[in-house]
Every structure is written in C-alpha cells, then in structure tokens.
C-alpha cells in the first residue's frame, strides 16, 4: 500500500467544512495545489491497485462500484483546480498547469491501458446477462467498457506505451494553447484617447470601456479589450473604420505570432491525434472521435454541415451586397471588408427593423435575465433560487444561490461568474465543482456559469448576451437536475453532440413574448419593453443569419477537414485554413469566428476537437424539440416539461441519446426544424 503524504495543513485535503461542502477558497494559494494533486494521485492509485489486487472474481461491486468510489479526493481537487485556471488564473496557477498536464495524462494513462483492470471489466461485459444488474448498471458497465477500449485498453503493450506518450505529450500542448490565447487576450488593450476614439459609441459602451480603464489603471481614459462583449460592440459600433480595422486585426491574430504563436502547437497535436487513430484502428481522428456520438461517422456530421452551409452562404452573399450599398450610400467605394461587417449590419438592422442595439440594450439587465433564467426554471421544474451571500467565493464578482426543489429540499449550488477580467480565458461556459450522484448516498451539485460580460451600473446585456446567459444556465440545469446513482453517467457526461441540446433548447424561452414582457424592462424607468419594440425585436431573429451560420459552419469545416486530412504530419496550418475556406467558397468579408490558432473548443484539449459541429447536430434536436411545448399549446406544458426533465435533464448518460430524445418527443427530430428556426427556409 502506497504511504500517502500528511494532509496537515493544505485547505484541499481532508474535510472541507464550510457550508454546503463548498471548496475552502479563501485559504487555497496555488501552492497548496501540487502536494494536494501528489497526494489525492497516490491515493487513487492505491485504490485502483486494490481493484486489480482483488483475488475474487470480479463482480459488478468490486470493480464497477469500486472504480466509482475511487479517486473522489483527486477529482474535487482538480475541480477546483481546473475551474480557478481558467475562470480566475495567475502565473502561479499556469505554472501548476503546466507542470501537471503530463503528470496527470501519465496516470490516466496507466488507468485506462492497465491490463488486467481491462480483463476485469471485459469478463463482466462477457457475463453481465447473468449479473442481474439494473437498467443504469448495464449502461454504466457499457461506458466502462468503451472508455478503455477507446483508451486502448485491449492493444498490445507497444501500442499502449505509445498512446500513453502521445496523450502526455497532447496534454502539455493543449495547455500552452490556452494559455497563450489567454496571453494574448488579457494583455491587448486598444486605448481611445478623446472623443474622435469615441465617435459613434453609445454611452453604455462607453461607460463599460471606461471601467475597464479604470480597472488597468487608465482611470479617466476608455479602453477596449479582446473580450467578445467589447470588441464585438465596438465593432458594431465605432464609426472609426481605421479603429474597427486595428481592434479586428488583433482578435483575429491571437495564438498567431510572436511568444504566443499557436501554429506548431497545431501542426503537432494534429499529427499526434491522427497517429493516436491509427493505432486504436482508425482511418483518421475524425473517425475515432465520431465514432462514439450520435453522428456515428465523419461523413453524417458533414451531410448535415453541407446541408446547412449551401443556403447559409447564398444569405450571407445576399446580406454583404445590402451592406456594400449602404456603405456606398455613406460615400465609400471600399469593398466591405470583415471589420466592416457588424458596423453596416447595425445601421441595416435599425434601417430594416427600426432596430437598434443602444434602444434594445437598457432592456437587457443582466440582473433581470438572471431572474428571467431562474423564473422559466421554476415554471418548467419547479426549482427555487435563494441568494447565499454568506458563502466564500473565488472572486468578489461571484454569486452562490442555493437550489431547491418543489418540495423544498435542496438540491445544489450554483455560482454565477458573469463579467469578464483579465484572469479570465473569454467566452462562456458552465462546469461543476461537484456532480451529482448518490452512489453511498446523495451527492449534491456545485454548478458554476462563467461568462465575460462588460460591467457598467447597471450591467447591460445584448440580445445575444441574454441567449448566451439562457444556453449557459441550461447547461447549469442538466447538473443541477441530474437524478443518476453512479458519477459516470451524471449529468453532462453525455455524448457532444448531444450535450448543447439541453443547452440550446433553454434558449428558446429567453424569446417568447411571456418572458420578454416581463422581464425586458427599461433600467431607467422600469418600464416594459414596449409591444412594438418587442415585436420588431422578435421579428428580427432571423437576422444576420446567413453571416452568423456561415461563420460557425465554416469553423466545423475546418475542424473536420484538419481531422480527415490524409497527410496530417505536413500541415502548414495557414495554407490548410485559406485552401478550405477557398474550396467551401468561404465570402471574402467573413472570417471565422474561431481562427484555428485561437481555437481553443478544438485544441486546448479534446473537448471538441473534430466535433464543433455537435452545436448544429443538437440544433436539429434544440429546434424540433422546442415544436413539443408549442404543440401542447403551452411553452410551460407540464407534461412535456415532465418528459424533458424525466428523459434528458435528469437521466443523465443513462441511455443511448437517440433513444433519449425519443422517450422525450415521441419520435426522431425532423432536421427541417433547424433550417426554418435560422431562417433559412420557409416554416
């Protein structure tokens, strides 16, 4: 038996008895977190080593439940870990990630490739009809047994050493890719020094990049960051074309030169990736990665993409015509360029919609869409949201609200980290402190929402900030909800391209006119937004569209193109990137919206490589699913709310999510749903 280190000491091991089990934040200091990560490691390698040590045969409770109730010291240590890196970091935390990245690829690796822990678990799948085991053991089992299989598990011991050197190695890459996107962003700063810097940006712009200023130091000054919130809005905004050009130049080179040059990272982890494939005996990446969704195959993921991307690009060709005569009726023969786009599409919008994005804002209040979140979720499940100011948390910006269920009982935490800071990689996304599972007893969620929006007094959202704060809290309500006895198939844990379904369908009711009315309310006055201004809001959803679904459908293009390429060893990631954007006929004033040299969903880790298209896939499900409540007449129907909460948020990974979706709608999901929903066909 491995003699563990003393846990005196250090915050992270050993009991945490703060209230409701969160982590003890104020007295972690990232040098807590090595001897905590070198501590919990050796203890799971013990208790792993007992399950393998196991004279007895193997049974479903000395290996399944044993391998479930193993490691629980050394995941809500790196929980706390991988939350605080990439929501709130500092070159001590890098460091630590840098330095563990290997370390822990080199253990997981020896978990999931050890031999004889792989004999155990395929002599129970070979007599699991006799084991009498459940419905969710079954399936739990199954999991198992894809996961070392994927992992290598059954191949030879030369092939294992191998994967487990390739998978050390991507672990240090993906990490130095993040971190230097992140060096990028929090070091950009586009000053604006007087009013002509200033010139078309409405004052809720300009009092949010006058706070960010204030926060780096530049009291009295504006500055504009490479958070999507800011750059985006003044691109929207600035009537400065030279400005517009210097800020999108910038967001779009990130990852792309100097220390922080992402191009070999890529160039090595796409070699590696596609070696890793041939050795667990696939054609490519994409394969192997496919393998093990809903799509099944590369070539269903691009019929869909395909699909999609035909029409998408006849809008967006027909929208950057409309734009180039408004620029021409503004005196410039300047083709439209891509820093152009958002600026001309903001004065079409306010032309064509009398829609414009500092009359729809002030009723946007970050604060209200946060009560209109937990207001649906009450509607649809009953949930309850109580604020907890007395619970410690990472960063002063963070808010706790306790949960509660129908009856009462509690169910989780959940935080809530919504402006965007320096210490903070951009975009959103939830994770989890703490999954849900109730294998020696219940297991309550800790969920986190981390977003990057601008402050400002008060805190103003944009329409597409509300649906990122919906499709965030719909990923926080499949953890909150999960109802599962085993940690394996809890909650999120479900196959990519069906976890944005949960997701993306919560987005819908952020748009339906009962939510609007009573929560869009004037910051100012308190006032609702008006009718008309409602209708017209709404009547403009489908607006844009064919630039916004060109800019993501070429992202999942490229994704895949890089995962299927045949010679993955010799990718000159630039020349990979203009080759596929010219074959796919890529409109020359739209850039991706994620470069791969900043594309940290597909190469900060595994998480979406191959797999960006797994947003549109569970569109199809979003779209149709959503036709269930409007159907029932009613967008809070209980019984179609009891279906989905039954079947998707609380079931977890406990069934196949094709048959998931089923028990949920009655019937597959018509992919005619996503092409009326973007607008792109007739209803």
Not at 127 to 145: F, M, N, P
Not at 154 to 166: G, H, M, T, V, W
Not at 183 to 203: F, I, Q, R, S, T
Not at 258 to 276: F, H, M, V, W, Y
Request: contains cysteine.
């Amino acid at each position: 038996m491995v003699e563990l280190a003393p846990v005196d000491a250090n915050p992270l091991l050993g009991d945490w008895e703060g209230p409701l089990d969160l982590p003890p934040f104020a007295a972690i200091q990232p040098a807590h977190f090595r001897p905590a990560f070198d501590h919990a490691l050796a203890q799971h390698r013990a208790e792993v080593e007992a399950i393998i040590a196991d004279a007895a045969e193997p049974t479903f409770a000395n290996t399944i439940d044993a391998l479930e109730r193993s490691g629980k010291e050394l995941a809500r240590i790196s929980a706390v870990f991988f939350n605080l890196s990439g929501a709130h970091t500092n070159e001590a935390i890098e460091a630590v990630e840098r330095d563990m990245a290997p370390v822990l690829s080199r253990h997981y690796s020896w978990m999931f490739l050890n031999e004889a822990l792989y004999r155990r678990i395929a002599e129970l799948n070979r007599i699991k009809d006799g084991l009498g085991l459940t419905a969710e053991q079954e399936r739990v089992l199954s999991r198992y047994l894809t996961v070392f299989k994927r992992a290598g598990g059954s191949l030879p011991q030369e092939a294992k050493d191998r994967l487990a050197a390739i998978s050390e190695r991507l672990a240090a890459l993906g990490t130095q890719f993040a971190q230097n996107v992140l060096a990028d962003e929090k070091n950009y700063m586009l000053v604006l020094e007087g009013e002509e810097d200033l010139a078309g940006l409405p004052d809720f712009l300009r009092d949010a990049a006058r706070a960010v200023a204030e926060e780096r130091g530049l009291a009295g000054r504006h500055v504009i960051t490479l958070a999507r919130s800011s750059i985006e809005s003044f691109l929207q905004f600035s009537s400065r074309r030279d400005l517009r050009e210097k800020a999108f130049k910038a967001w779009i080179a990130r990852g792309h030169e100097g220390d922080t040059d992402n191009r070999a990272i890529i160039a090595e982890t796409i070699a590696l990736r596609d070696e890793k494939a041939r050795l667990l005996g696939y054609k490519n990446f994409a394969q192997f990665r496919l393998d093990d969704t809903m799509a099944g195959t590369p070539e269903a993921a691009l019929r869909l993409l395909q699909d999609v991307w035909k029409s998408a690009r006849e809008m967006a060709l027909s929208e950057q015509q409309a734009l180039q005569a408004m620029a021409q009726e503004e005196g410039s023969n300047e083709p439209i360029a891509a820093w152009d786009w958002r600026y001309f599409t903001e004065k079409r919008r306010t032309r064509e919609f009398d829609l414009d994005e500092s009359t729809i804002k002030p009723f946007f209040q970050l604060e209200k869409m946060i009560e209109a979140a937990f207001y649906t979720a009450n509607r649809l499940f009953g949930l309850t949201f109580a604020s907890r100011e007395d619970l410690s948390v990472y960063h002063p910006d963070v808010r706790v609200w306790e949960v509660r269920d129908a009856e009462g009982r509690h169910r989780g935490l959940f935080l809530g980290d919504y402006f965007a800071r320096p210490s903070k990689r951009s975009g959103a996304w939830m994770s989890s402190y703490r999954t849900q599972e109730r294998l020696d007893g219940p297991v309550h969620p800790i969920i986190v929402n981390v977003m990057n929006f601008s402050k400002g007094k008060p805190a103003l959202l944009s329409f597409d900030d509300a649906h990122t704060l919906f499709h965030e809290f719909g990923h926080a309500l499949h953890g909150l909800l999960s109802d599962v006895t085993y940690p394996m198939i809890s909650g999120t844990a479900v196959s990519r391209d069906f976890v944005e379904f949960p997701s993306q369908l919560y987005e819908h009711w952020l748009e339906q006119p009962e939510i609007l009315s009573r929560f869009a309310v004037h910051h100012g006055t308190g006032e609702p937004m008006p009718a008309d201004l409602l209708k017209r809001l709404l009547a403009g959803r489908t607006f844009n569209q064919g630039f916004a679904t060109v800019e993501y459908t070429a992202c999942a293009l490229v994704d895949l193109d890089l995962h299927m390429a045949e010679r993955p060893e010799a990718i000159d990631i630039d020349a990979f990137e203009r080759a596929t954007l010219a074959r796919i006929g890529m409109p020359e004033a739209i850039v991706l919206r994620h470069r791969p040299t900043h594309f940290t969903h597909v190469f900060s880790g595994d998480g979406y490589s191959s797999a960006y298209y797994s947003y549109l896939w569970s569109e199809v499900l979003d779209a149709d699913g959503f036709r269930a409540f409007k159907e029932a007449g009613d967008i809070f129907d209980p019984a179609t709310a009891d279906r989905l909460l039954r079947f998707v948020y609380a079931a977890g990974n406990s069934r196949e999510p094709a048959e998931a979706y089923s028990r949920f709608r009655g019937r597959a999901p018509d992919p005619a749903a996503l092409l009326v929903k973007r607008g792109l066909a007739a209803a």
